[in-house]
C-alpha cells in the first residue's frame, strides 16, 4: 500500500469510529489480533459467518483503514534482539526544521520499532531492540550520537517485560 492509500485508510478509519462496527466486525477483529494466520474458513466459522461473507468483512475492513497490515510478530532473542530499551530524546530547537531532520533520519536508526512525539520533559521517545549491552553501547556511540539536533539522549535498559501487547480493545 503506497503513502497516499496508507493516508486515505488511516483519513477513512478515523471518520469510521468503532461504535459504527457491528458485532460481527468486532469478533472478526478480535479473533485476528489473537491470530491473523487463521484461515478464513476457520475465521468464518469463529464468527458464525459463511466464509465468502467473512472473506467480505475483512476486506471491508481493511479498505476502511481498521486493519492496517497483517504481519508476524517475532521472538526477538531468536532473531538476535533480546534486549529492549527506551530512549528518551531532547533536542536543540524546537523549530519545524530540526523535528523534520531528525524524524527523517531516526528511520535509519538500526533496530528503531517506533519512535514518538511526547509532551513533557522529553520531545521524542524511542523504542529499539538490540541483542545485548555491547550491541547497544556500539549503536549509540555509531548512530544515536548522529542523529541531528539532539541535545541530549536519555537510554533506559527495560529489565523485565511486565506487559507487551499489539491488541487493541475493540
Not at 504481519?71 to 530547537?93: H, N, S, T, Y
Not at 528511520?107 to 511526547?118: A, D, F, I, P
Not at 541483542?131 to 549503536?139: C, V
Request: with cysteine; charged share 25%.
Amino acid at each position: 500500500m503506497n503513502a497516499t492509500k496508507r493516508q486515505t485508510a488511516s483519513v477513512t478509519a478515523q471518520a469510521q469510529p468503532k461504535d459504527a462496527l457491528d458485532r460481527t466486525d468486532r469478533a472478526i477483529l478480535r479473533a485476528l489480533q489473537r491470530d491473523a494466520s487463521v484461515s478464513n474458513v476457520a475465521l468464518a466459522a469463529k464468527v458464525n459467518l459463511s466464509a465468502p461473507a467473512c472473506l467480505r468483512r475483512v476486506e471491508r475492513l481493511k479498505s476502511i483503514g481498521m486493519i492496517r497490515g497483517i504481519v508476524a510478530l517475532l521472538e526477538p532473542r531468536a532473531v538476535d534482539a533480546g534486549m529492549l530499551v527506551m530512549i528518551g530524546v531532547v533536542l536543540d530547537r524546537s523549530t519545524p526544521e530540526s523535528f523534520a531532520d531528525f524524524e527523517k533520519a531516526v528511520h535509519k536508526v538500526s533496530g528503531c520499532l517506533e519512535c514518538h512525539v511526547v509532551t513533557g520533559e522529553f520531545d521524542y521517545f524511542m523504542l529499539l531492540r538490540t541483542r545485548d549491552h555491547e550491541s547497544f553501547n556500539r549503536l549509540h556511540a555509531e548512530q544515536l550520537l548522529y542523529l541531528p539536533g539532539v541535545r541530549q539522549i536519555r537510554s533506559f535498559m527495560v529489565l523485565k517485560e511486565v506487559l507487551s501487547t499489539t491488541q487493541l480493545t475493540v
